[in-house]
């Protein structure tokens, strides 16, 4: 599984739309196995590029509306409205818990309220 | 006592900030939201409760946030900064522009102790701004001339021909944009648009350009290079300058138009050529066909529709509109906040012929921006050309006799019938011999050779 998370310097970049890089991590069920920073364009290219870097999941800060449509288009798993240190969100991610406090940017609890595919789910429906 | 008077305080605060229909939020020294007003509710979709003691920008999620944040540089510098429009997300994900002022926040001693920013919703100046500018805009082009209009009401039936365009006009009147526009609203907008300058190429390496070649063909080709017309596959090929090109490429270029193959060089096999052209120049090609410069065959050829762009100088009623659209531009490019252009700058600017059209305006606009230190580009910002053309329209604003008043009068009426001198005596209802009398007695000669000078 390939987790894509729009990022500024070590934390998740405020708002998606303006973010300048990408932290791409392969993940496996027992941890990560390789970890790749990169530069990347802004805005209406992004969908496309991870698509072709056959990215599954993206989380990301706040992210406009348009833009998130575009990512759901492409088949990628959108998790928005995610704050925090990256490694921070990932160790979430794993442990399913990125639908708790910390990690959600305030105001936006709804947007999670009703979403159930964490790490271990979205692992477990890769391996089945 | 003191603790209820410091209850009161912060009531009042909060009634005061609440009465406010901009955003406000003030922050402590390490970003964190201290106060939020229900006008920052609506706006950010975020609750007061949820935003108190909450990082700035996990509330506001402005686009600066983070490398290029607003109150940092106001926390760093003790400077305010004032209406500096951002976008931010809301909570719900609509992206919103929103003017944003920051200012320092001190103690009763002086000290800093944190800062406060007020935002404003720019949303419903945005909608209006746009539909003003979607009913002069087509694709990227932007007029409210009545000729471009002609222009746009027919491009959607030219786009979706296929048929060869060809494009004329002055340098830098928009042709690449208007060819852009016929590929975008054909079918062939998700194909590829390849332009290429033909006069920026010496012939054999445009040869090698647009049509390619193979292995082998000559001593360097150590690959197969594929061409413009190959990149272009499906999509539209736009070739500039046509007229710049020699007669050996003419030959070529009429071959490929004629029979819709092409081969590239070293190649034993022909290509089928599946581009859409539209070809542009700057020069009359009839003209230059009548001279013998330019193949007849190619130049109808390529001239199944002509399409002629006005140049600047008789569109200046473009002129705001087109300053606003660079403004908005160079303001998203260089961070800046210019808010637009004093009326004596723009009278200048409205008023000046632009040989070198769109681009020159462009420019000018450009260098403005590097020397305008406020936010209102003034006539000191313009270059000094164009000062020179303000004083001397001030002092021809009142002519010193009616003779001069006279000259001036029939200069513009021979400028806007292109020094027809016929045509713009009937504009004028006077007999052409009374015209050529008046243009003698004042002086005034033609800028035309006389043998290019129409009578």
């Known amino acids: 599984m390939r987790i894509a998370i729009g990022a500024c310097e070590e934390e998740v970049a405020t708002v998606l739309d303006a973010a300048d890089e990408l932290t791409i991590i392969e993940a496996i069920p027992k941890g990560k196995k390789s970890e790749v920073r990169m530069n990347v364009g802004r805005g209406n290219i992004l969908p496309a590029l991870l698509k072709s870097l056959q990215i599954n999941v993206l989380i990301c800060g706040a992210i406009s509306q348009p833009l ?8 990628i798993i959108v998790h928005s409205f995610v704050r925090g240190r990256v490694d921070e969100v990932m160790a979430a991610f794993k442990n399913g818990k990125l639908e708790e406090n910390p990690f959600i940017m305030p105001g936006c609890h709804y947007r999670h309220r009703f979403r159930k595919c964490g790490y271990g789910k979205s692992l477990r429906r890769s391996r089945d | 006592m003191s603790q209820n008077r410091f209850i009161d305080d912060s009531k009042t605060r909060d009634i005061i900030l609440d009465s406010i229909a901009d955003g406000v939020f003030t922050v402590d020294m390490n970003w964190n939201i201290t106060s939020f007003n229900r006008a920052a509710e609506r706006i950010t979709g975020v609750l007061r409760d949820e935003a108190i003691g909450q990082r700035c920008k996990d509330v506001l999620k402005a686009d600066v946030c983070g490398k290029n944040c607003i109150l940092k540089k106001t926390m760093q510098t003790g400077k305010s900064i004032i209406n500096k429009t951002v976008y931010i997300v809301n909570a719900t994900g609509l992206r919103l522009p929103v003017s944003i002022s920051t200012s320092l926040l001190r103690d009763k001693k002086g000290r800093v102790v944190g800062a406060v920013e007020t935002f404003r919703d720019l949303s419903i100046e945005d909608k209006l701004r746009k539909k003003i500018t979607q009913r002069y805009s087509f694709e990227d082009i932007i007029s409210k001339n009545h000729k471009m209009h002609q222009l746009f009401d027919i491009l959607p039936d030219v786009a979706i021909s296929n048929s060869t365009v060809l494009l004329e006009g002055e340098s830098g009147t928009g042709k690449e944009l208007f060819a852009k526009a016929i590929h975008n609203l054909s079918g062939r907008k998700n194909k590829p648009f390849v332009a290429v300058n033909c006069a920026a190429l010496p012939d054999t390496l445009l040869e090698s350009e647009l049509f390619g070649y193979r292995a082998g063909a000559f001593t360097d080709a150590k690959k197969d290079k594929v061409g ?59 003209a230059l066909v009548k001279k013998g410069i330019f193949r007849e065959d190619l130049y109808y050829r390529i001239n199944v529709v002509k399409l002629e762009l006005p140049p600047l100088r008789e569109r200046l009623e473009d002129v705001p509109l087109l300053v606003a659209r660079f403004i908005e531009q160079f303001n998203a490019a260089t961070q800046r906040n210019i808010r637009g252009v004093s009326g004596d700058a723009m009278s200048v600017l409205a008023s000046y012929s632009y040989p070198g059209n769109i681009r020159e305006l462009e420019n000018i606009i450009e260098r403005a921006f590097i020397l305008c230190k406020s936010n209102i580009i003034g006539l000191n910002h313009l270059p000094d050309f164009l000062n020179s053309l303000s004083k001397d329209n001030s002092r021809g ?15 513009q009426a021979l400028n806007s019938n292109n020094w027809n001198r016929l045509e713009t005596a009937r504009q004028l209802g006077i007999h052409k011999t009374t015209l050529y009398r008046k243009m003698r007695t004042l002086g005034i000669k033609s800028p035309l050779s006389s043998t290019t000078a129409t009578c």
Request: glycine share 4%.
């Open chain 2, 397 to 411: 604003s009142t002519p010193s006799s009616l003779k001069d008043a006279e000259a001036k009068f029939l200069l």
């Open chain 1, 68 to 75: 998130e449509s575009a990512f759901l288009r492409a088949g």
């Open chain 2, 228 to 286: 413009r017309f190959q990149l272009a596959v499906k999509g539209t090929l736009f070739l500039d300058e046509i007229g710049d090109i020699s007669s050996s490429m003419q030959i070529r270029l009429l071959r490929v138009l004629q029979e819709k193959t092409f081969e590239p060089l070293g190649a034993t096999e022909s290509v089928k050529n599946e581009a859409r052209i539209i070809a542009a120049t700057n020069q009359n090609l009839l």
